[in-house]
């Protein structure tokens, strides 16, 4: 069921329930939601500039993270662009205001609300991933390719210089060399080359098919195992904050559960939520 001119769900209703089956959806301008069960689709839609991501999109990106973050029967979020293509970049149609803003830039801002989204995240890429949509598909937990999928960094190509916090997590992902040969180079990588190097996970033909599964194992999993291993991966859970977490665990009954689903063999009933986190 596609709910239509009243949706259920909208990114203005934050907090707000909606059916826990079916699929509900909601167009916000060039980016469009869709909700299937506990994952959250994001799809980039911008046809006559190849995906390109606008002022507006940007802006509206951390706005719609917002509201599926707080939307606890979401437990995974997918990124994607329509029509073959992931992202061609950013709309550079406003010129000065991304060189006056720097690493401050409405793009930096999306990427860095995506990067800290609670919940897993995966990039379904096909086609062109290129400069901002590269910087949003490294802002992902994961990365999953279609074969056509190509990958590049193109600041040298136009006299810019790419965002520091964007460049530090390309390099964290596929390391000093090859980050300064994308960077360098500007020139395009194929999947399979990205593969190789760490910039993707998997390469599939069945891209959709393949994500829809990662998607519902990941929520099927404890959400407080997840969330814990998400923030302790990313660097950002000090010593306070993991002993919290190892609380968490003896208190929620999370662990109790899942042990005693594994001794009976069958599925277990996770019930911890991220919104129950502090």
Not at 23 to 48: F, H, K, Q, W, Y
Not at 260 to 269: I, V
Request: aromatic share 4%; hydrophobic share 45%.
């Amino acid at each position: 069921m596609v709910v239509g001119p009243a949706p259920l769900w909208s990114p203005d209703r934050v907090g707000a329930r909606r059916p826990a089956e079916g699929v509900v959806s909601v167009s916000d301008a060039e980016l469009t939601v869709e909700v299937t069960g506990a994952v959250a689709t994001v799809t980039i839609r911008n046809p006559a500039r190849r995906n390109a991501m606008t002022p507006d999109m940007w802006r509206r990106l951390p706005v719609l993270l917002d509201a599926l973050e707080a939307d606890p029967a979401v437990r995974a979020l997918v990124l994607t662009g329509a029509g073959g293509t992931f992202c061609a970049g950013a709309d550079l149609g406003d010129l000065d205001e991304l060189l006056d803003a720097g690493d401050h830039s409405i793009a930096v801002v999306a990427e860095e609300r995506l990067a800290a989204f609670a919940k897993p995240t995966v990039a379904a890429v096909q086609g062109p991933c290129v400069g901002g949509g590269c910087q949003l598909a490294v802002a992902c937990d994961l990365r999953v390719a279609a074969p056509d999928a190509r990958f590049g960094v193109p600041p040298a190509r136009l006299g810019l210089v790419y965002p520091a916090p964007t460049t530090r997590r390309l390099t964290r992902l596929v390391g000093p060399a090859t980050a300064k040969f994308l960077l360098f180079t500007a020139e395009l990588i194929d999947a399979e080359r990205a593969l190789r190097v760490g910039l993707v996970d998997e390469v599939v033909d069945d891209l959709a098919g393949r994500v829809a599964a990662i998607t519902t194992a990941i929520a099927q999993r404890s959400q407080l195992s997840v969330a814990a291993a998400k923030e302790i991966v990313d660097d950002r859970a000090g010593p306070a904050r993991i002993a919290w977490w190892h609380r968490k665990v003896r208190d929620s009954g999370e662990a109790r559960e899942g042990v005693a689903a594994h001794r009976e063999r069958r599925a277990p009933n996770f019930a911890w939520s991220p919104s129950d986190r502090p």
